[in-house]
């Protein structure tokens, strides 16, 4: 047992207390409230509802916490605390607050050893971290003593203090004391003994990723998690942020469904129409999707070959960031590339996870810019289609990106409207000709 970590049962009383949206909303609002009439009453309840939830799915310091979560934009409808009182907030809402948050996230690094850091947040918290989210930068508009981070308590070191901790935890169990160090042990902890009880794999494989969260010594980390929560436990540590065609497909496997008919959704024709409309049927275009759907068909027969418990192993690995490809932000389900020559936003085997669209929309601008001008003034027919090439797999994880996070994730993060960009790819020169066969 990990010491003073919390047990697996402790962990899961405490998750769903903090997931309490209506409990904790209600409360945190009112003492907001009541900080406008008089800042003595105030008790930072907003901040210590973000602080823990922060804490639920990342092993991360104190300090990191507390210094680097970023302000906000805030949907439209949601102006003052009055307006969200009474709004309950959808979950496409929710998904655009949190992924807003990861995207900011990934630019920052852990304050002692300046390494990435690497936010996660499991499906279920979602709602309640976009909610503490939203009224923590309300708060910061109206009181804020930090006008640059949402978690503020108000004291030299930005500590939560005794009176703050006692008001979150008041309708929670007798004498439980929350501590970062404490979740930091239980959140490695749990991590180790799923990878342990779940795959075949060494738990100390993930210390090199666990050790860009926090100085705990990975090796003494361990709690005995009970068969009948190991799947849950295992469901609130998983990071969520990869998309695309090979993940979608991936999970239909793992849930039995054996066989890709000529409709289905999953397959690329669909997202690539999706892009270009009817038009995708030009012919040199058909012959393109007919060979990617080929590499479609030998994935999923990949997929298939192997045992259930295999590729669950594989899945929980994948979301666990353990399958690394050679390009940042993507993972390899295959495990050694077998396309060296082939950028992994082309290969059937790569998982993109959200953050690899920062590359994308970043190079996009730029990649129209190019375009025109390759298209316009270059006499070589190579370098048309290297740009188109590039062009057209670009749009397919954007589209794949929007069919998993909506359109409105998907635009604010790429900044730009995801329909405006499709209406800049229509009036660019065709790229149809140009799009090549291989697909190295």
Known sequence: MVKGGLLPTEFIEL???????KLHKHNAIKDINSALNDRDTYKKYDSAWLYVLL??????????????????????????????ENTNLGLED????????????????????????????????????????????LRTRLLGTNKHYLIDFMNQRNEMLKGTHDSLFTNFKKNFIF?????????????????????KRNPLEISKFIRNHSDLDTTNTYIDIPKEHVDYIASQLFDKGYFGYTYDL????????????????????????????????IENLARYINVIEQEDEDLFHYLNGHSENALQEK??????????????????????????????????????????????????EKRIIDYLEIHE???????????SNLLFSDLIVLSHAKQKFGADVLSAFIKIEYDDLKEQISALPSPYEYITIERG
């Open 15 to 21: 998750l769903d207390y903090i997931k309490d949206i």
């Open 55 to 84: 804490h639920m799915n990342n092993g991360w310091r104190a300090s990191d916490f507390a210094y680097k979560i970023p302000r906000l934009d805030l949907p439209d409808k949601i102006r003052s605390i009055s307006d969200f």
């Open 94 to 137: 929710a998904r655009y607050i949190v992924v807003q948050l990861s995207s900011k996230l990934q630019s920052l690094k852990h304050t002692k050893n300046q390494k990435t850091n690497y936010f996660f947040c499991s499906d279920e918290l979602i709602p309640p971290l976009a909610n503490a989210l939203i009224i923590c930068e």
């Open 179 to 199: 501590g970062s160090l404490k979740m930091n042990r239980t959140f490695i902890g749990l991590m180790t003994d799923v990878v342990k009880k779940k795959t």
């Open 250 to 281: 991936f999970s239909k496997v793992l849930l039995g469904e054996t066989s890709i008919s000529s409709d289905d959704p999953l397959r690329k024709s669909a997202v690539i129409k999706d892009i270009f409309g009817d038009i995708y049927k």
């Open 315 to 364: 899945m929980l690995l994948l979301n666990f960031g353990q399958l690394p490809a050679k390009e940042a932000n993507y993972q390899c389900i295959y495990g050694k590339c077998i396309f060296l020559d082939r950028d992994c936003n082309k290969c059937p085997f790569a998982v993109p996870h959200f953050y690899a669209l920062t590359k994308i929309a970043a190079n996009m």
């Open 377 to 387: 003034n270059s006499k070589y027919l190579g370098e048309k289609v290297r740009i």
